[in-house]
């Protein structure tokens, strides 16, 4: 007879309440945790996502992510000539602010030579871009619609492509143009400030791209290949986990720091929350305890009673708590990312949280006196 | 000539004190007790006479300072505990009755007498048949109501039958009768007997119950502690 589920079951409603709180709390915590897995897949779909090997920047940057980056265009076309490199594409990295049905948003804007590296992959609707100029590819997420049209820098592009999932490290959405189309639209001056470029006999340098990304072949030497673009001293090279392993260091570490101490402030919160429940749950028993020891049950029926109930509040409320958070994942402004390791490891911090939780009520249970259940 | 057979609880100079200093309270004064099996004795005197005090001595819920006591025979305390196993004693040996029937509240009448069984080491469906038993000799009906379904005098029907459950020879009753009427009062103090006869138990009863003075075969007065005369 198991006496913990007896009892449970005897307070059916209060215990549904209280495991509904403390969902909702472990949800959150899910939540954290999940917002963080969200941040880092967020920060690394810009890398990935033209599958590069190599990085070449503008010589004693770590750009173009971390820091800004500007390399002349022809820049390209030598490193695509270095013994080593399969094929290279130069690109532009840039963010647009534009207004839609009267909806303000930010655009992260890649520029991209198609049929080079750097073009995205994943087009889940329409097609990659086939013309020279003003056609655009856009993440889903940025709500533009495949065949309406966009006027950026005075020009019009029409929507020939959607990606899903890209997003830059600040869950901005993505969208793809040609370079030239991009290079236009980050240093070309429009109305005024053209006219007084022009009248000071200066024109836009167009020339210019924030970075080289490079593909080696199968067997290729990414080491080697990062020391010869390197012997130009105004070019440095990063490779694909280099570039990775920066923008996580610049862009996500602090966030993941804030994100964990907020997470252990959570969970510290449910564990004190969990044993103040078991606590008053004990003290609502102290004469069925009593009664119980009384009659002759060993410490062990009673330490069961106890540590049984505050994991299985913590278990059924783990388990609402996750799927609630899975379930309204998607709704989340930024993306969630619930992994089944992550619900692993919570799941055993949660059980030993539960245990911790239950000292309290078992140290006054074990010292409830048999002798309080006799008299009025 | 017969010899009378011994006593099935029996206490010699058992004391036991409280506090220490200025605060410390005599509440039971060397104390020499023998009860006969299947007898119901009455356990009467005013508050903190010590009547609580013998009750937890006897259900070795408290230990005394000094003496000896013998319960079914065997001698548990003698200047220290003899068993290291008290509620193991107590499951065994003894039955406990309370002025409300203390009832575990989340079981059903039946379970609260099969968890007795269950602690004693039946299995479950020996559990099920021994307090269906129980019931029935007790003439309690819904086995499976909660104990906030009954009527007081039903709840304190199931507090005995959980009391022999596991067929004590000792069964201990606080003030059993204070929740109920007389005629209800009346009814408990009958099945008390019946339970002393036919299972040759002890059935030691604390109360203030004027109205069932008249069903106990003895009545033993504290007062401050010392056994006296009943007046």
């Not at chain 1, 012997?231 to 804030?258: F, I, M, P, T, Y």
């Not at chain 1, 539960?354 to 009520?361: F, H, I, P, Q, T």
């Not at chain 2, 968890?115 to 000799?137: F, I, M, N, P, S």
């Not at chain 2, 119950?209 to 006296?228: P, Q, S, T």
């Amino acid at each position: 007879m198991n006496l913990a589920v007896r009892d449970i079951r005897h307070h059916l409603g209060r215990f549904i309440l209280t495991c509904l709180g403390l969902a909702l709390l472990l949800g959150v915590v899910i939540s954290m945790i999940g917002i963080y897995r969200g941040l880092v897949a967020d920060a690394l779909v810009l890398v990935r996502a033209p599958q590069a090997d190599l990085w070449v920047v503008e010589g004693g940057t770590r750009g173009p992510f971390a820091e800004s980056s500007r390399l002349t265009y022809d820049t390209r076309n030598a490193i695509a000539r270095i013994a080593g490199i399969a094929e290279a594409g130069a690109v532009t990295y840039q963010s647009v602010q534009i207004e839609t049905d009267g909806r303000r948003q930010r655009l992260f804007v890649i520029g991209y030579e198609p049929g080079r590296p750097g073009q995205p992959h994943g087009v889940i609707e329409g097609h990659p871009i086939d013309r020279s100029h003003f056609q655009l590819i856009a993440d889903r997420r940025s709500g533009l619609a495949l065949g309406s049209t966009l006027r950026l820098g005075g020009d019009d592009f029409t929507i020939v492509g959607r990606t899903a999932g890209h997003v830059d490290s600040a869950g901005n959405p993505v969208i793809y143009m040609t370079l030239k189309d991009a290079q236009k639209l980050q240093f070309q001056l429009l109305g005024g400030a053209a006219r007084q470029q022009a009248a000071r006999g200066e024109t836009a340098n167009r020339n210019q791209v924030n970075a080289i990304l490079a593909r080696l072949p199968p067997d290729g030497d990414v080491a080697a290949t990062v020391a010869a673009v390197e012997r130009w001293k105004h070019l440095s090279a990063l490779s694909q986990q280099d570039q990775e392993n920066l923008l996580l260091g610049a862009v996500v570490d602090k966030a993941r720091k804030q994100i964990g101490m907020f997470t252990v402030v959570l969970l510290t919160v449910s564990t004190v929350i969990i044993a103040l429940i078991i606590h008053t749950m004990t003290m609502d028993k102290i004469r069925e305890i009593a009664t119980l020891k009384l009659i002759g049950a060993p410490d062990r029926t009673i330490l069961a009673l106890i540590v049984q109930q505050a994991l299985l509040m913590g278990g059924i409320s783990f388990v609402t708590g996750a799927g609630l958070i899975t379930a309204v994942a998607g709704y989340f402004p930024r993306r969630v990312i619930v992994e089944a390791g992550d619900i692993a490891v919570l799941a055993a911090v949660v059980v030993v949280v539960c245990a911790l939780a239950s000292l309290l009520g078992v140290r006054q249970a074990l010292r409830i006196d048999p002798a309080r259940a006799l008299g009025g | 000539m017969t010899a009378s057979p011994a006593p099935l609880v029996s206490l010699r100079g058992v004391a036991k004190h409280y506090g220490e200093g200025s605060a410390r309270v005599d509440a039971l004064k060397p104390l020499d007790l023998d009860i006969q099996a299947g007898t119901v004795i009455g356990l009467l005197g005013p508050s903190g006479s010590g009547k609580s005090t013998v009750l937890n001595l006897i259900g070795a819920i408290v230990e005394p300072d000094q003496g000896r006591i013998i319960l079914d025979g065997e001698t548990v305390y003698d200047g220290g505990w003899r068993r290291r196993d008290l509620r193991r004693l107590r499951l065994e040996k003894i039955g406990f009755i309370f002025q409300f029937h203390n009832l575990i509240p989340f079981l059903t009448i039946s379970e609260n007498i099969e968890v007795v069984l269950t602690l004693a080491g039946r299995t479950k469906a020996q559990a099920r048949r021994r307090a269906a038993e129980l019931l029935d000799y007790l003439q309690v009906e819904r086995p499976q109501a909660m104990p906030s379904q009954v009527s007081g005098g039903q709840a304190q029907r199931v507090a005995i039958a959980r009391a022999l459950a596991n067929s004590p020879r000792i069964i201990l009753a606080d003030e059993p009768t204070a929740a109920l009427d007389s005629e209800r009062a009346g009814i408990v103090m009958d099945l008390l007997r019946k339970v002393a006869r036919e299972q040759g138990a002890s059935v030691i009863v604390v109360t203030h119950d004027e109205k069932i003075m008249a069903r106990f075969d003895a009545l033993h007065v504290l007062r401050d502690g010392i056994l006296v005369e009943p007046s």
